[in-house]
C-alpha cells in the first residue's frame, strides 16, 4: 500500500512487506535502518532474516525515558553469533552514521537500543493526515481487506426473556467491532441471530397463562421486558412445585404450548406470533437508542428445518452416525466429547441450528470470516461447532471466531431485580440517565428542552458503551453506574468533556478570527506537545492492533491516554496566550487534531460525543 498521506522513505518491496503491518513510518523506517545496519557487521546474513523482524522486535517502552521505540538485540546478536552488547554497540553507531531523518539520539542500555524521534518528522508525518479534515481514513484503502467479506453476528438475544445488561455488552462489543473492521477496509456485514424458538418460549406463555397481576400486556410500555418477567415467574413456578402430580401436570401443559408453536396452528401458535413481534419491536427501541444498526437478521425458527436437513445429508455422507439412538459424532480425537446433531427423540438442538446457520452464511452470503460475538458460557459449544464445520468440510471453518466475553455484574453483587434474577439492560439504562441528568442539571440551566435531552442521550450512550468497552472482553466488568458517569477517570463522559471543551475553545477562537496553521507543527516542542503528538500519531496502529485482536478496549484505553496528555498540555502551554502568533496557530492546530482523533476514536466505540456541555 503506497500511502498517499505518509511519506515513506522506503524502497517499494520494503514498503509493501511492512506496509502489512503498520501505518506507523516512523517504526518503518527505523526498522530497514537497523536492517541496512545489521548487514554492514555481516554481511552474510541468515536468508530467513529480514526487515520485518526488525519491524516485528521494535517496541514502544512504557516509560518516555525509555525513548519511543526500543530494541533488544539478543536475537539479532544470536543470529549472527555475536555478543548482544557489542551488537548494539555496533548499531548505535551505525543508526548515527547514517542520519535518519526519523531518529534524535539513541541511548545504549547494555543489549537495548533506546531510539528517540525527531520531533518534527512526526510533526510533518502527522500533518498530511490532518488536512482537509479527512482524518486517519487511510486504512480503508488495505487492498486484501477491501477483498474480505466479514461477517460479524452480536446481539442475538432470545425473545420471550429479558434483554439483561450482559446482552447490552455484547451490543457494544458487536457494534464496535464492525465499526473497527470497516475502518480497517473490510467488507462487514452486522448480521443478528434471534432466538424465537425453543421451550423457553413455551414456557414464558405458559407464564403468561398463569399470571395474576392486573398488569395487561397490550398496554404495559415494555413488553419484552413483561414477558421476560413472565418467563422468570413460569420457572420458579415449576422450580417450587413440589409434588409429582403438579409437575407432570405443568409440563403437559408447557408442550401442549410448545406443540401447537411448532405445528403452526392453534391460539398459541396465534399468541406467538403476536409475542414474537412485541419481543423484537423492543429490541429494534433498545438498538434505535444505541445507534446500533445491523445489515441482516437471522432467526432460529427460519433455519430449524433446514437443521434436520443438515442431519440427513451427513448421515448419506457418512460423518454423522448413530450412537444409542441419538446421532452425531466422535469428537474425543480433540477432547471434545460427542458432537450431537440430533437427539434419540428426533428433535434437532441449538448446535445442529448454529450448522444450518454457517452453510447459510458461507453459501448464500458468500463470505470469507466469521465473527461470532458470544458469552463466554459457549466457548465449549463453539470449539464442537467450529471443529464441525471443518469436519463437514466447509472451508471457511478455520476462519470461524467467537469472541467471547465475561459477565456484567454489579459491585454490591446484587443480580436481582424485582422480577427475578437479572438486573436488565433498560434497568441500567435508567440508572444511567438518573445519573447523568443530576450533572446537566448543575451545568446546562440556559439550555432547552431538547437540548437537554440530546445531550443526556449522547451522554448516558457514551458512558454504557465506554464502561463496556473499556474493559477487556475476557474480564468479568463490575458496574458501577457513579463511576462510569463520572467527569473524571476513565469514563466515557471525560472523554467526551474532553472533546466538547476542546470544541468550545476552537470555536471561542475562531469567534476571535484565530485559526490554526498546520505550516509549523514543527514549533510545538514542549515536552507535553511533543507527548500529545506521539499519542496522535500512534492511533492508526492502535486501530490496527484493535482490529487484528478483536479488542475495542486497545482503542478505548489509548484515547484514555490521549486525553490525558492533552489535558496535561492544556495546563502546561498556554494556548491562547502563546508567545508568537505562529505558535498560536500551531497549538490551536493540535487542538484540532486532537479533537478529530478523538471523535474518530469515539466513532469506533460507536460513542458520538456532543459538540457542547
Ligand atoms: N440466542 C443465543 C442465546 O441467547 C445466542 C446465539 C449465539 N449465536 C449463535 N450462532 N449460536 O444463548
Redo the contacts with the bound molecule.
Keep these: 500500500i503506497k500511502s498517499k498521506r505518509f511519506i515513506i522513505p522506503l524502497g517499494d518491496i520494503v514498503l509493501n512487506q511492512l506496509a502489512n503491518f503498520s501505518y506507523d513510518p516512523a517504526k518503518c523506517s527505523l526498522a530497514e535502518s537497523l536492517f541496512s545496519a545489521l548487514k554492514k557487521i555481516e554481511a552474510n546474513l541468515p536468508p530467513e532474516l529480514t526487515v520485518v523482524d526488525f519491524f516485528r522486535t521494535l517496541e514502544q517502552p512504557p516509560e518516555k525515558a525509555l525513548g519511543d521505540y526500543a530494541l533488544p538485540c539478543f536475537r539479532f546478536a544470536k543470529a549472527i553469533k555475536k555478543n548482544p552488547n557489542e551488537v548494539a554497540t555496533e548499531l548505535k553507531r551505525l543508526l548515527e552514521e547514517e542520519k535518519n531523518p526519523w531518529v534524535d539520539s539513541v541511548v545504549l542500555k547494555g543489549a537495548f537500543l533506546n531510539i528517540f524521534t525527531n520531533q518534527k518528522e512526526v510533526a510533518k508525518a502527522l500533518v498530511p493526515s490532518l488536512v482537509n479534515g479527512s482524518g486517519f481514513n487511510i486504512l480503508k484503502s488495505n487492498a486484501d481487506h477491501n477483498k474480505t467479506k466479514v461477517m460479524i ?1 452480536f446481539s ?3 425473545t420471550h ?1 429479558e434483554f439483561h445488561v450482559g446482552h447490552g455488552r455484547n451490543v457494544c462489543l458487536g457494534d464496535s467491532i464492525c465499526r473497527i473492521f470497516t475502518y480497517n477496509g473490510y467488507k462487514v456485514i452486522a448480521a443478528n ?3 424465537d424458538e425453543g421451550t423457553h418460549i413455551a414456557k414464558c406463555l405458559w407464564g403468561v397463562e398463569h399470571y395474576t397481576g392486573s398488569e395487561k400486556l397490550e398496554s404495559v410500555e415494555n413488553k419484552a421486558e413483561w414477558l421476560g418477567q413472565r418467563y422468570v415467574e413460569a420457572n420458579n413456578k415449576l422450580k417450587d412445585a413440589t409434588d409429582d402430580a403438579t409437575k407432570l401436570q405443568y409440563n403437559k401443559e408447557i408442550s401442549e404450548i410448545l406443540k401447537q408453536i411448532e405445528n403452526k396452528s392453534g391460539k398459541y401458535y396465534d399468541t406467538w406470533v403476536v409475542t414474537r413481534q412485541y419481543c423484537l419491536d423492543d429490541f429494534n427501541k433498545i438498538y434505535k437508542w444505541l445507534d446500533v444498526k445491523f445489515d441482516h437478521f437471522f432467526y ?1 425458527s427460519e433455519v430449524s428445518e433446514a437443521s434436520q436437513a443438515i442431519v440427513e445429508e451427513y448421515m448419506k455422507k457418512g460423518l454423522f452416525v448413530e450412537d444409542q439412538g441419538a446421532i452425531g459424532f466422535d469428537m474425543s480425537d480433540k477432547k471434545l466429547g460427542f458432537f450431537m446433531a440430533r437427539k434419540s427423540d428426533g428433535t434437532t438442538l ?1 448446535i445442529t ?2 450448522l444450518a ?1 454457517a452453510k447459510v452464511k458461507f453459501n448464500d452470503f458468500d463470505i470469507d470470516r466469521s465473527i ?1 460475538v ?2 463466554s458460557e ?1 466457548n465449549f ?2 470449539k464442537q ?1 467450529f471443529y464441525a464445520l471443518e469436519k463437514m468440510g466447509f472451508p471457511q471453518a478455520p476462519k470461524c471466531y467467537h469472541l467471547s466475553y465475561g459477565m456484567v455484574v454489579r459491585p454490591d453483587g446484587k443480580m436481582s431485580s424485582r422480577a427475578g434474577n437479572s438486573f436488565t439492560f433498560l434497568q441500567l439504562i435508567n440508572l444511567v440517565i438518573e445519573e447523568i441528568n443530576t450533572y446537566l442539571e448543575k451545568y446546562s440551566a440556559e439550555w432547552t428542552k431538547e437540548q437537554k435531552e440530546d445531550t443526556a442521550h449522547k451522554l448516558a450512550v457514551g458512558a454504557i458503551k465506554y464502561g463496556m468497552l473499556q474493559a477487556d472482553p475476557n474480564k468479568e466488568i463490575v458496574f458501577d453506574p457513579k463511576e462510569w458517569v463520572s467527569f473524571e477517570g476513565n469514563s466515557g463522559p471525560y472523554l467526551m468533556y474532553s472533546y466538547a471543551r476542546t470544541k468550545s475553545i476552537l470555536r471561542k477562537a475562531q469567534e476571535q478570527g484565530l485559526k490554526g496553521s498546520l505550516a509549523n507543527l514543527d514549533l510545538l516542542t514542549h515536552e507535553s506537545e511533543r507527548d500529545l503528538m506521539r499519542h496522535l500519531y500512534d492511533f492508526n496502529q492502535v486501530t490496527i492492533n484493535a482490529c487484528d485482536n478483536y479488542r475495542p478496549s486497545t482503542i478505548a484505553n489509548h484515547l484514555f491516554f490521549t486525553c490525558k496528555a492533552y489535558n496535561r498540555f492544556y495546563t502546561e502551554v498556554s494556548v491562547m496566550k502563546a508567545e508568537t502568533e505562529e505558535l498560536r496557530a500551531a497549538r490551536l492546530s493540535l487542538l484540532e487534531a486532537f479533537a478529530d482523533t478523538l471523535k474518530t476514536g469515539l466513532y469506533l466505540l460507536g460513542i458520538t460525543p456532543p459538540e457542547k456541555m
Design positions: 453476528e442475538q438475544p432470545n426473556k441471530y434471534i432466538g432460529e441449538y441450528k448454529d446457520l461470532y458470544v458469552g459457549q459449544h463453539f461447532l
